[in-house]
């Protein structure tokens, strides 16, 4: 049987929806695919070099943003992002593990570092914020993919009078959070964006 890398590329993340990133092996890919082991290297020299493709094509779109005024394309580069390590089981490991220098990758870089660019910030300031974004997104995403994975343990370690504030503020703190606790974070960033755009403009 001939397969194709699309075939290769496809069947692995379908993989990983099923299995999860821990269980993603080519021994396995090569058995899901109905061909002999070995057979999926004609297409990824590596397993390394497979995750790398399967995180580019988990970006496929997200750079797509039309023109916005730079904040509100920071936001939607962000929540595409966040959408998309969603949409496939441990979607954010596997972008955070690999280093993947590939087309929808750079894509993001240049959309998200052009939109901080436009907002005022150097060059150097755009990429590095450009990586403050995608931590953020990224962080985020994993610890509410690895939280709906098993219950929160966090409210019985809680003691009221070890930990008085963490107590107080209990009820918003557990995991999954939802979509708003992301949102939060990212109108943080957006306004510390703007602070540093304000505080250093009759520097450039």
Same mark, same amino acid.
């Given at each position: 049987m001939r397969i194709n890398r699309e075939q290769v590329l496809a +069947?692995?993340?379908? %993989?990983?929806?099923? *299995?999860?990133?821990?269980? $993603?092996?080519?021994?396995?890919?090569? =058995?899901?695919l109905g061909v002999q082991n070995g057979a999926t290297y004609w297409h990824f020299r590596s397993k390394q070099a497979l995750?790398?493709?399967? +995180?580019?094509?988990? %970006?496929?779109?997200? *750079?797509?943003?039309?023109? $916005?005024?730079?904040?509100?394309?920071? =936001?939607?580069?962000a929540t595409r992002l966040r959408r998309a390590l969603l949409a496939r089981r441990d979607g954010a490991r596997?972008?955070?593990?690999?280093?993947?220098?590939?087309?929808?990758?750079? *894509?993001?870089?240049?959309? $998200?570092?052009?939109?901080?660019?436009e907002a005022?910030?150097?060059?150097?300031d755009a990429a590095w914020t450009a990586d403050t974004v995608t931590y953020h997104v990224v962080a985020h995403t994993i610890e509410e993919q690895l939280a709906a994975e098993g219950p929160d343990r966090l409210e019985a370690a809680v003691d009221p009078v070890r930990h008085p504030h963490l107590h107080a503020?209990?009820?918003?703190?557990?995991?999954?959070?939802?979509?708003?606790?992301?949102?939060?974070?990212?109108r943080l960033i957006v306004a510390g964006i703007r602070a540093e755009v304000a505080a250093t403009a009759p520097d450039r």
């Amino acid at each position: 049987m001939r397969i194709n890398r699309e075939q290769v590329l496809a +069947a692995a993340l379908d %993989l990983l929806d099923e *299995a999860g990133l821990d269980q $993603l092996s080519m021994r396995r890919l090569a =058995t899901a695919l109905g061909v002999q082991n070995g057979a999926t290297y004609w297409h990824f020299r590596s397993k390394q070099a497979l995750l790398e493709a399967m +995180a580019d094509e988990l %970006l496929a779109g997200v *750079a797509d943003v039309t023109e $916005l005024p730079w904040e509100a394309r920071v =936001t939607e580069l962000a929540t595409r992002l966040r959408r998309a390590l969603l949409a496939r089981r441990d979607g954010a490991r596997v972008f955070s593990g690999v280093f993947f220098p590939l087309p929808n990758a750079l *894509a993001y870089g240049n959309a $998200l570092i052009g939109a901080l660019l436009e907002a005022g910030l150097s060059p150097k300031d755009a990429a590095w914020t450009a990586d403050t974004v995608t931590y953020h997104v990224v962080a985020h995403t994993i610890e509410e993919q690895l939280a709906a994975e098993g219950p929160d343990r966090l409210e019985a370690a809680v003691d009221p009078v070890r930990h008085p504030h963490l107590h107080a503020a209990l009820a918003h703190v557990p995991s999954p959070h939802p979509e708003q606790h992301f949102h939060h974070g990212l109108r943080l960033i957006v306004a510390g964006i703007r602070a540093e755009v304000a505080a250093t403009a009759p520097d450039r």
